[in-house]
């Protein structure tokens, strides 16, 4: 297969969709089961928050290091064999969690999770603008949400699995003892991602044209390098911020509950609510977007939501806080969804680096849980939670201003 394959995508966009959807399934699962490896290698190895929160920085810090890689990747591959491509290097990260855990090394399955999030990259960088690609522009935060649905049940299952299997009793064994939990799991993982690889590489996928790269949005005339264009370089930091702020919500709320004073049993699941309200805010955006709700009047909901909710963390406590967290998952739910889009508009022939930029933004979810981590332990584990104050803050300013004019 070349790597731009000229033919045109069918009108029938069910099918390829429903591969995406796969992927985004993918992407939730291993993504969101981040949240259970914190709390769990807290406590197997005795970390600080800081510590711990390493998993993210580990996970996430790759989306920095290979989204323009990646983009160089699929130029040469198409994004089809780019797909399976990285599918095939997170089975090789999830693979590595087996010694990791027979010799006790937590800098190991950080070395694994960086694998898994270089895979996970190439298919980012794949899967987002293809979503966008594959119907009309003005409906692109719409088939987004579909995925969102995804990918929010793949991390509920995800709770529910590995929460069950890594903190029920984890306190009670040895640093060994609990790691050796995660072999079979992480070994059964590594054979669903190296059949899923197999299943993309030969299924009929349709590889996506420079010419239909370029369809997201009209060429703006004038313009020879992407920094030109205001609403994309705005849009990457909005990107970071969001992530951050997804992050910080979803991955710390275990442990923000065990700080005060829930037990493992209660606090396993906290994450979940956090992916309840993500997935109810993606249902209801495929019904309101874009009928009801524009992308961007979308954007702008969740980040004054977000606003609400943070400050509703910092002002309760006990579980009223705690719940003022998970609900960040409502608020987060429409951000993601209308970004791409409106980053990603009138780029023209600069739509490939444009979204690997994007995808770059990922890292603030590497980068932000760190600083909350440390907030956590030098401040205290609720005002870290101040942090997302500045984070919706902007992502609401990018609402309003920044993402309207595309040329600086």
């Given at each position: 297969?070349?790597?731009?394959?000229?033919?045109?995508?069918?009108?029938?966009?069910?099918?390829?969709?429903?591969?995406?959807?796969?992927?985004?399934?993918?992407?939730?699962?291993?993504?969101?089961?981040?949240?259970?490896?914190?709390?769990?290698?807290?406590?197997?190895?005795?970390?600080?928050?800081?510590?711990?929160?390493?998993?993210?920085?580990a996970f996430f810090i790759s989306y920095t290091?290979?989204?323009?890689?990646?983009?160089?990747?699929?130029?040469?591959?198409?994004?089809?064999?780019?797909?399976?491509?990285?599918?095939?290097?997170?089975?090789?990260?999830?693979?590595?969690?087996?010694?990791?855990?027979?010799?006790?090394?937590?800098?190991?399955?950080?070395?694994?999770?960086?694998?898994?999030?270089?895979?996970?990259?190439?298919?980012?960088?794949?899967?987002?603008?293809?979503?966008?690609?594959?119907?009309?522009?003005?409906?692109?935060?719409?088939?987004?949400?579909?995925?969102?649905?995804?990918?929010?049940?793949?991390?509920?299952?995800?709770?529910?699995?590995?929460?069950?299997?890594?903190?029920?009793?984890?306190?009670?064994?040895?640093?060994?003892?609990?790691?050796?939990?995660?072999?079979?799991?992480?070994?059964?993982?590594?054979?669903?991602?190296?059949?899923?690889?197999?299943?993309?590489?030969?299924?009929?996928?349709?590889?996506?044209?420079?010419?239909?790269?370029?369809?997201?949005?009209?060429?703006?005339?004038?313009?020879?390098?992407?920094?030109?264009?205001?609403?994309?370089?705005?849009?990457?930091?909005?990107?970071?911020?969001?992530v951050g702020a997804e992050v910080i919500a979803?991955?710390?709320?275990?442990?923000?509950?065990?700080?005060?004073?829930f037990s493992n049993e209660e606090a396993k699941?906290?994450?979940?609510?956090?992916?309840?309200?993500?997935?109810?805010?993606?249902?209801?955006?495929?019904?309101?977007?874009?009928?009801?709700?524009?992308?961007?009047?979308?954007?702008?909901?969740?980040?004054?939501?977000?606003?609400?909710?943070?400050?509703?963390?910092?002002?309760?406590?006990?579980?009223?806080?705690?719940?003022?967290?998970?609900?960040?998952?409502?608020?987060?739910?429409?951000?993601?969804?209308?970004?791409?889009?409106?980053?990603?508009?009138?780029?023209?022939?600069?739509?490939?680096?444009?979204?690997?930029?994007?995808?770059?933004?990922?890292?603030?979810?590497?980068?932000?849980?760190?600083?909350?981590?440390?907030?956590?332990?030098?401040?205290?584990?609720?005002?870290?939670?101040?942090?997302?104050?500045?984070?919706?803050?902007?992502?609401?300013?990018?609402?309003?201003?920044?993402?309207?004019?595309?040329?600086?």
């Amino acid at each position: 297969m070349t790597p731009t394959a000229t033919q045109n995508p069918p009108k029938n966009y069910t099918g390829p969709l429903l591969i995406i959807g796969l992927l985004f399934f993918i992407f939730g699962f291993v993504t969101w089961v981040n949240s259970v490896l914190i709390a769990f290698f807290k406590e197997a190895f005795q970390l600080s928050t800081l510590g711990s929160n390493l998993v993210a920085f580990a996970f996430f810090i790759s989306y920095t290091l290979m989204a323009i890689p990646s983009s160089w990747v699929l130029k040469k591959t198409g994004f089809k064999n780019g797909m399976s491509l990285g599918l095939l290097v997170m089975a090789a990260g999830t693979l590595i969690f087996i010694p990791a855990a027979n010799s006790v090394s937590y800098p190991m399955f950080l070395v694994g999770l960086f694998l898994i999030g270089i895979g996970l990259t190439v298919l980012q960088t794949a899967s987002n603008p293809y979503v966008t690609i594959l119907g009309p522009r003005e409906s692109a935060a719409q088939r987004i949400s579909f995925m969102g649905v995804a990918n929010k049940m793949a991390g509920i299952i995800s709770q529910f699995i590995f929460g069950g299997l890594l903190l029920t009793g984890a306190n009670a064994l040895s640093a060994a003892e609990s790691l050796e939990k995660v072999v079979t799991p992480y070994l059964i993982l590594t054979g669903v991602l190296v059949v899923l690889a197999l299943l993309i590489r030969f299924s009929t996928l349709p590889d996506v044209s420079e010419e239909q790269e370029d369809a997201t949005g009209e060429t703006a005339t004038g313009h020879d390098s992407v920094w030109q264009h205001r609403n994309l370089v705005l849009g990457v930091v909005a990107i970071f911020c969001y992530v951050g702020a997804e992050v910080i919500a979803g991955d710390t709320i275990i442990n923000y509950g065990r700080a005060l004073g829930f037990s493992n049993e209660e606090a396993k699941y906290f994450t979940a609510y956090t992916l309840y309200g993500m997935l109810g805010g993606y249902i209801l955006g495929i019904f309101l977007i874009p009928k009801v709700l524009s992308q961007k009047t979308s954007l702008l909901i969740g980040s004054i939501l977000g606003l609400v909710l943070s400050v509703g963390a910092l002002m309760t406590s006990g579980f009223t806080s705690i719940l003022c967290v998970a609900l960040l998952g409502i608020a987060n739910a429409p951000i993601w969804p209308a970004l791409w889009p409106l980053a990603l508009n009138r780029l023209g022939q600069f739509t490939k680096i444009g979204s690997a930029l994007l995808i770059m933004g990922i890292s603030g979810g590497a980068l932000l849980p760190l600083l909350h981590g440390y907030l956590t332990d030098t401040v205290s584990p609720q005002w870290a939670y101040a942090l997302l104050l500045p984070l919706f803050g902007y992502i609401l300013y990018y609402g309003v201003s920044g993402s309207k004019k595309t040329t600086w």
